[in-house]
């Protein structure tokens, strides 16, 4: 699941998505400048059952390029394969050659330089009696040297199923010895610090007995690749203590590596258990060798935090989580409801006990659908949802008939079946439950401060672990108002029932209303104009179908007249609507985007570029990154306000600081990734990069920014 985390070399340049021109005419190579690509097949004795069938991709790379491993290390993309076979013939797993290491700078990476084939078995069922096996592929490969390009190619090969076909035979013999092979009688037991993976190993080649070996996992996101490993021989048996990634995201119970000896071109595969549990990834950034620090100059790494504290923060979170702006329209249902029943303490009370569940159950099923597709390889973070413009158009849609709703344009009662509707009003408190469901929903984007911490070290701990943060949070967002529902103060101070309960209700209906203009905004940053007109169109189909089938004073006749009239526009509306709704691929931004000018000072931006900010740390420039999104009420206040204020963009100027934004309104892998790295799982984050910091540890203000703080971080440059 770091696949996403490793696309670091990804923006080491511009990403130029190479064009595969075909050499020399052959559907089976793909030339560009840095590599040379092509489908090769070995099958000695024909093409049939039990008989070998290898296919495998061949790379010669251009002098000082290089390709990635399985686990690509620190940074890069594996190789990918895709085929396309005959019915019932199938083709296995890459069997991936013993890499090598490749440091980046701060980085440590695993990959192939020279020539590579990266083979792959291929299994014929009995009776196979075509003349040809015919193959296509279509691979996908990232391609590096000082800067990083992803490159893709399409391969056909025909190949004769009586005849044998050896061309290749060097190749795939090369390729097999070099292919680890699994540590005949090595015993391997493991056990985790807090800090490192402590090994030993014994049983492995008598001629590697006291030399040197380099230790390859094939689980990625565990390991500080970069880190000096302590090892030794001790009674033929080899131990090292692995020190663990300050940012580890995987905890398995089992691991695989590959251990290889100088000189030795093959090394042995070893796989071992890894008893838990697995300590917090707090602890590794805490226990950084001195070195490191001392290479990051006036860095400030997130606080080491265990998960006491990060109940406690998400508990504040959500009580301060109720004073963000994406909240309030929610929040004011809340409020209507109390007016409605301050003088009825059963149904108060009830009514605050079922919010609070609704609350607390829809964190709770939020964080566990994001842990479980996180876990599944999905880079997400917290407020996934509203990067979904389906979602974004659902929520709109929903807001606009709560909105019309609550201005009186239609009536629940006149649109639902009889008995819906009395059960509607024999069980309020489902309104309750519904009304807290709607504010995690509309609310979970938004970020408190101090509450990117606590959820950034959520994603990280054991499901049971994450949930119960998750569930502080809920708890903390729905206690004013459970304690509003159960302290008989606040009913004294409500007014009495009149006639103003009902001009209040429609006041309700405004903030709703902004709520889809500013949903209509996001939709809009995140698939275009075509598709803001698109959803306006199938509100105003579905405003007009509420107002047909539930508006006051229609007559049977005319109900159903006007009523068939809205749901053939309605389905006109979804057929126009939904093709606009698809989220299309991210444009690419090549330019640094130019903002609004402050007192003479030009305020530039530059779309995040990991590698760009490695460059200019390196060349002595601070580097500035905003990580934003378009739904992220905060980020927009933050950009209106503290971000635009003259005095700090002349700060920024002054110090020659580069401003680089972090889009993440459209789901962005990378970006997810560089979250995760920072210890955050949602969006804002800000984070200053210091002169030769490279981009280990940056400093990070507050999610909530003032121009005092954003100062005062500038100053210390």
């Known amino acids: 699941m770091l696949l996403a985390r490793l696309l670091l070399p990804l923006a080491l340049g511009l990403p130029l998505a190479a064009s595969a021109a075909l050499f020399g005419g052959s559907p089976a190579v793909v030339k560009t400048d840095q590599v040379r690509a092509e489908l090769v097949a070995h099958a000695p004795e024909g093409v049939a059952d039990g008989k070998p069938v290898w296919l495998g991709l061949k790379i010669t790379h251009e002098p000082h390029w290089h390709t990635y491993w399985k686990n690509p290390g620190d940074s890069g993309l594996p190789t990918t394969l895709q085929w396309t076979l005959p019915p019932e013939v199938s083709a296995g797993d890459i069997a991936w050659p013993t890499p090598k290491r490749l440091p980046v700078g701060p980085l440590m990476n695993y990959g192939y330089e020279d020539t590579l ?19 296509k592929l279509h691979a996908e490969w990232l391609v590096c040297k000082e800067v990083c390009i992803p490159q893709s190619g399409d391969f056909s090969l025909a190949l004769p199923t009586q005849a044998a076909t050896a061309g290749n035979a060097a190749d795939f013999e090369a390729a097999a010895r070099n292919t680890p092979v699994a540590a005949a009688g090595a015993r391997a037991q493991a056990r985790l610090t807090d800090t490192a993976l402590q090994l030993r190993i014994e049983g492995l080649p008598a001629a590697w007995q006291g030399r040197r070996l380099a230790f390859f996992p094939e689980t990625a996101g565990v390991i500080d690749n970069a880190a000096v490993q302590q090892v030794r021989w001790e009674g033929g048996a080899w131990q090292a203590s692995v020190p663990l990634s300050a940012v580890r995201s995987e905890s398995p119970e089992r691991m695989a590596a590959v251990l290889v000896a100088d000189g030795v071109p093959a090394g042995v595969e070893v ?9 917090d990834p707090a602890l590794a950034a805490a226990a950084a ?55 009825d303490r059963q149904a108060r009370v009830g009514g605050g006990l079922a919010y609070t569940a609704g609350v607390v159950l ?32 659902a929520l709109a849609a929903l807001f606009t008939l709560v909105g019309l709703n609550l201005a009186g344009v239609f009536e629940f009662g006149s649109m639902l ?8 009003a024999r069980h309020p408190m489902a309104d309750a439950f519904l009304t807290g469901v709607l504010a995690v929903a509309i609310a979970s984007p938004c970020t408190a401060p101090f509450m990117g911490a606590s959820l950034g070290l959520a994603v990280t701990l054991p499901a049971a672990q994450a949930l119960a943060i998750f569930a502080a949070l809920g708890g903390g967002m729905a206690l004013p108002y459970l304690a509003a529902s159960l302290w008989p103060g606040v009913a004294r101070a409500m007014p009495r029932p009149g006639v103003w309960m009902q001009r209040f209700k429609v ?54 007249g006007f009523g068939g009239l809205s749901v053939l526009l309605l389905v006109a509306a979804l057929g126009w609507a939904l093709p606009a709704l698809r989220e299309p691929a ?11 000018a402050h007192d003479g000072v030009a305020a530039t931006w530059e779309p995040w570029n990991a590698a760009r900010v490695a460059e200019l740390t390196a060349q002595g420039r601070p580097v500035f990154v905003d990580f934003t999104a378009a739904w992220c009420v905060t980020c927009q206040f933050n950009k209106r306000g503290a971000l635009s204020d003259a005095q700090v963009m002349a700060d920024f100027a002054q110090r020659q600081v580069v401003l680089m934004r972090a889009d993440w309104t459209r789901r962005d892998a990378a970006i997810g990734a560089e979250l995760t790295r920072l210890g955050r799982s949602g969006v804002p984050v800000y984070a200053l990069y210091k002169p030769g910091a490279a981009t280990a540890a940056p400093q990070l203000l507050p999610e909530v920014l003032s121009v005092r703080t954003l100062r005062e971080a500038i100053a210390q440059l």
């Open 417 to 424: 079946p009889g008995n819906l509707a009395t059960l509607r």
């Open 289 to 343: 060798p001195a070195a490191e620090a001392a290479a990051l100059p006036g860095t400030a790494p997130p606080p080491p935090m265990g998960w006491a504290a990060a109940l406690l923060l998400a508990l504040g979170g959500g009580l301060l989580l109720n004073l963000m702006p994406c909240v309030f329209p929610v929040l004011s249902l809340k409020v209507l409801g109390f007016a409605s029943h301050a003088h």
């Open 362 to 393: 829809s964190f709770l099923a939020l964080a566990a659908l994001l842990l479980a597709l996180r876990a599944g390889g999905e880079q997400l973070g917290w407020g996934f949802q509203l990067q979904s413009p389906g979602v974004v158009a």
């Open 586 to 596: 991210a444009p690419a931004t090549a330019a640094p985007a130019a903002g609004a």
């Open 507 to 560: 006041l309700m209906a405004f903030p709703m209303f902004a709520t889809v203009i500013w949903l209509v905004w996001v939709l809009g940053q995140q698939a275009g104009i075509d598709a803001v007109a698109a959803l306006l169109g199938l509100l105003l189909a579905l405003a007009f179908a509420a107002w047909a089938w539930g508006g006051p004073g229609f007559g049977r006749g005319a109900r159903l």
């Open 271 to 279: 796989a071992f258990d890894v008893p838990g549990p697995w300590p």
């Open 117 to 135: 084939l990266l083979p792959v078995p291929v299994t014929v069922p009995a009776g196979y009696a075509a003349p040809t096996l015919e193959v």
